[in-house]
T-cell receptor
């Protein structure tokens, strides 16, 4: 399975934008890039996903590099409720057996 | 409301005992997954099932067993063969198949402590 690499932790001030990077240099053509976040003692929550084009939704934006070897999750205005562990994973949509592996993610701290 | 329900939320077990964690979903999803999470760590895949009556081992299946007799249910048994079972267990589901978005829906987790 293709793997992803993320920084262990990042900090942000409240109401400032946050850019969370993810490297996935071994991504294949059928892999979608997914982002999830996890609050303490809860299950992960879906944030956003994309294939080639940049994506926006009510929670965040996803910027995907032209060569697809990296991507960036963008939180436009961080709030204290955005403090969580963010996971970047690759999801094969080819219809074959699909395993999803979560690494250790990036722990985002948001301060006042 | 549609979603995934895991039970129990907290469970204590004595060494040498088997324990079964329940996972039920009413989202009509084909695929279901079990993950284990240790403190400060990411999620590791134990077992997954793409369709009823079929399941596959994940990265850390030793000491665990599953069944998928019904589409909505995917129970996980932690057997006495699992040497370090104390962990947070997460169940997830997704639509499955080639036309799905791949989004995973997670339950709230079951925290197992072996005394």
């Amino acid at each position: 399975d293709a793997k992803t690499t993320q920084p262990n932790s990042m900090e942000s001030n409240e109401e400032e934008p946050v850019h969370l990077p993810c490297n996935h240099s071994t991504i294949s053509g059928t892999d979608y890039i997914h982002w999830y976040r996890q609050l303490p003692s809860q299950g992960p929550e879906y944030v956003i996903h994309g294939l080639t084009s940049n994506v926006n939704n009510r929670m965040a934006s996803l910027a995907i590099a032209e060569d697809r070897k990296s991507s960036t999750l963008i939180l436009h205005r961080a709030t204290l409720r955005d403090a969580a562990v963010y996971y970047c994973i690759l999801r094969d949509h080819s219809g074959t057996a699909s395993k999803l592996t979560f690494g250790t993610g990036t722990r985002l701290q948001v301060t006042l | 409301d549609g979603g995934i329900t895991q039970s129990p939320k907290y469970l204590f077990r004595k060494e040498g005992q088997n324990v079964t964690l329940s996972c039920e979903q009413n989202l009509n999803h084909d695929a279901m997954y079990w993950y284990r999470q240790d403190p400060g760590q990411g999620l590791r895949l134990i077992y997954y099932s793409q369709i009823v009556n079929d399941f596959q081992k994940g990265d850390i299946a030793e000491g665990y067993s599953v069944s998928r007799e019904k589409k909505e249910s995917f129970p996980l048994t932690v057997t006495s063969a699992q040497k370090n079972p104390t962990a947070f267990y997460l169940c997830a589901s997704s639509i499955g198949g080639a036309s799905n978005t791949g989004e995973l829906f997670f339950g709230e987790g079951s925290r197992l402590t072996v005394l």
